[in-house]
């Protein structure tokens, strides 16, 4: 097995992240701080609006052709391909450890489902004090493409509301990092996007990135410890709504595929989860059957559900009564601890998850199932459980059990075929198996000579064609 060498973290990362106080306690405000994540959006959206007229045009605001980010003409060179992956920003080996994987897909761009650093999106002088820094740029550095995103919850824990958040992916105030760190900065439009051909043909593919806030409120639902002076922020967040049924309206009619994907979801771990309201965004997927793939994070695994099953979900939980059927998935095993697979039986079962149950089961120690059967692996009793087995799936900041999504555009002949396909990695170290014990390998370095190639393709699951 060749030797691994990882970087330096920053201060306050490593294993046994969530159990570090400095970590917990730039968290905090998600327990003390009521939902004002709608006012913020559109706040920051306005002000960065103003010097990006270039992105908007009547009904077509805050939607980008994809040659901004691929720098070419999507068709004159058979298609592109790109990653989704959600929940990163650990800036340890949790997260580094998929890098070489990323380089080795040859991805044009990454675009990433929310909780892209942890603990809260905060910026600072240094890698010490700046989550950007030691949660992406750095683990990033040199892949020399363009990534974009839509913010998480973690995002909006910060002090500025979110506004490091909107500096880095929107702004211009980072623009020198992009540069110094070896990436391809290309401005979004604001915290939710369309990602668009502009040719207009059958078939072409859509991508829209929907922000759901700090607490998956997009409905305005008005929590019990709100008092009289946050209840003009109970309210929905009717301008990305409309939004959103613009574009989808648009694509319907121009018979486009389209994947949404948005960061909090109410369908996770097989179950309905009632604290998320997102009732005014699923009756919008529901109605347009151009929508083929649903994607979300949040919750730090794989999980793929077959359109049968999310169908069933709305009509059950919602009272949809659709024809709309897309895929839906759970992407966020991009680097942060992972959290349980093992299942009982539930309502919404689906098809593959990742780790699969016998792996989960196989690699967790006694006190990590005990509070998981108790239903508390996310709290901090979790945390320490998890601690104390040192297991692989605990928050032991291993390598291990990592997951993206692959989506290809293939043009043939005047068609586009758009694949989509899982990608697991069990452990960064199969992709250096075939390498000698005394091999070195540094995994800030491009790593595309010493990763092997068949263990690359060893990682590719079943596609599934939109």
């Avoid at 973290?9 to 917990?24: M, T």
């Avoid at 939980?317 to 680097?335: D, F, L, M, R, W």
């Avoid at 297991?391 to 758009?418: H, K």
Wanted: net charge negative; aromatic share 12%.
């Amino acid at each position: 097995m060749a030797n691994i060498i990882y970087p330096e973290y920053a201060h306050n990362r490593g294993p046994g992240y969530w159990l570090r106080p400095g970590n917990l306690w730039a968290s905090r405000r998600k327990l003390f701080r009521p939902d004002h994540s709608i006012e913020w959006r559109q706040n920051h959206t306005a002000a960065f609006a103003a010097d990006q007229l270039d992105y908007y045009n009547d009904d077509a605001r805050c939607s980008v052709p994809f040659s901004a980010l691929l720098d070419r003409d999507p068709a004159a060179n058979n298609g592109f391909r790109f990653i989704i992956m959600g929940d990163t920003g650990e800036g340890d080996r949790s997260q580094y450890g998929l890098v070489p994987l990323l380089r080795a897909l040859r991805p044009e761009f990454i675009l990433i489902a929310g909780d892209i650093v942890y603990p809260s999106g905060k910026t600072g002088r240094d890698r010490n004090s700046d989550d950007y820094l030691a949660g992406f740029f750095e683990p990033y550095a040199n892949l020399g493409i363009p990534i974009w995103s839509i913010p998480g919850n973690h995002e909006y824990y910060s002090k500025d509301n979110g506004g490091g958040y909107f500096e880095t992916f929107c702004g211009t105030g980072y623009a020198k990092r992009w540069q110094n760190f070896g990436l391809r900065l290309v401005r979004q439009p604001g915290s939710f996007w369309e990602l668009r051909e502009p040719s207009g043909k059958t078939g072409d593919l859509v991508v829209i990135g929907i922000d759901t806030g700090l607490h998956g409120n997009i409905d305005g639902h008005r929590r019990k410890w709100n008092n009289h002076r946050t209840r003009k922020f109970d309210t929905p967040d009717s301008e990305q709504l409309s939004w959103l049924h613009q574009r989808l309206k648009h694509a319907q009619r121009m018979d486009n595929k389209v994947i949404i994907m948005f960061h909090i979801p109410s369908l996770a771990d097989q179950e309905h989860r009632s604290d998320c309201h997102l009732n005014e965004l699923y009756r919008t997927i529901a109605a347009f059957p151009c929508v083929r793939l649903v994607v979300a994070g949040h919750v730090h695994n794989w999980q793929w559900y077959s359109p049968d099953t999310f169908a069933r979900y709305l009509q059950e939980e919602y009272s949809i009564e659709t024809e709309v059927k897309p895929y839906y998935a759970i992407c966020g095993g991009g680097g942060a601890y992972l959290t349980t697979t093992d299942f009982d039986k539930r309502d919404y079962p689906c098809e593959t998850a990742f780790p699969s149950r016998d792996d989960w089961r196989n690699n967790v120690g006694r006190w990590t199932s005990i509070v998981e059967r108790l239903g508390w692996s996310r709290t901090i009793i979790g945390r320490i459980a998890g601690a104390l087995d040192k297991g692989p799936l605990s928050d032991a900041d291993l390598p291990a059990f990592l997951s993206v999504l692959l989506v290809e555009v293939r043009c043939d002949g005047g068609r586009n075929d758009i694949v989509v396909t899982p990608v697991f990695l069990r452990h960064v170290n199969d992709l250096f198996a075939h390498l000698p014990k005394d091999q070195i390998v540094r995994l800030q370095d491009d790593t595309n000579e010493l990763v092997s190639m068949k263990a690359v393709n060893n990682c590719l699951q079943e596609p599934v064609f939109l």
